[in-house]
């Protein structure tokens, strides 16, 4: 059986290096990642956490496969608020005319998991609101409603969202 990929590209009218910045932005909130803070030092190998910005809750936890400035961020990842597999997010980025296409990749998947559908839905909110961000340096009403939303009921999150619940990830394995 072969494992499930979802595949997303959009083009945002700006230069590879701003569509780069915001995808990898570590100083602050990234507005397209449901307002989480990335934290990882962005090299092979390096642990990842997508979290909450009082610094409490993880939402997503992973390891950096691959890193090549500013056209490709692979890495591993694994939701904490559900049983998901881990899988893999690879972001890569291209010059085109009027801008940079973005393709987003989220693989490994294996062919049982169930509700996909689900999943593919937020890359999709994912891609748009990035290019919101890049684009017009905001998000919209709705995208604001829904992560204030998500502060007032964060203290309903599971317990494994807890930074001190989360465990390290695993390290990448490589070929033999």
Do not use: C
Request: a neutral charge; zero cysteines.
């Amino acid at each position: 059986m072969a494992d499930k990929e979802l595949v997303h590209s959009i083009v945002i009218a700006a230069p590879i290096d701003a569509v780069w910045a915001e995808i990898t932005k570590l100083d602050g909130r990234q507005r397209a990642m449901m307002d989480a803070i990335l934290d990882s030092e962005l090299k092979a190998g390096a642990p990842l956490h997508y979290r909450s910005p009082d610094g409490k809750r993880v939402f997503v936890v992973g390891r950096v496969v691959e890193v090549d400035p500013p056209k490709l961020l692979s890495h591993t990842q694994k939701l904490t608020m559900r049983d998901d597999p881990w899988t893999l997010v690879t972001w890569q980025l291209a010059e085109v005319d009027g801008g940079t296409r973005v393709t987003m990749r989220n693989s490994g998947w294996p062919e049982s998991v169930d509700k996909l559908h689900k999943v593919d839905s937020t890359w999709k909110s994912v891609l748009a609101a990035l290019k919101q961000v890049v684009e017009t340096g905001d998000i919209g009403a709705g995208l604001k409603l829904q992560y204030a939303m998500m502060r007032a009921f964060m203290w309903a999150m599971p317990s494994g969202t807890k930074t001190e619940n989360v465990p390290e990830p695993p390290a990448i394995q490589t070929g033999s």
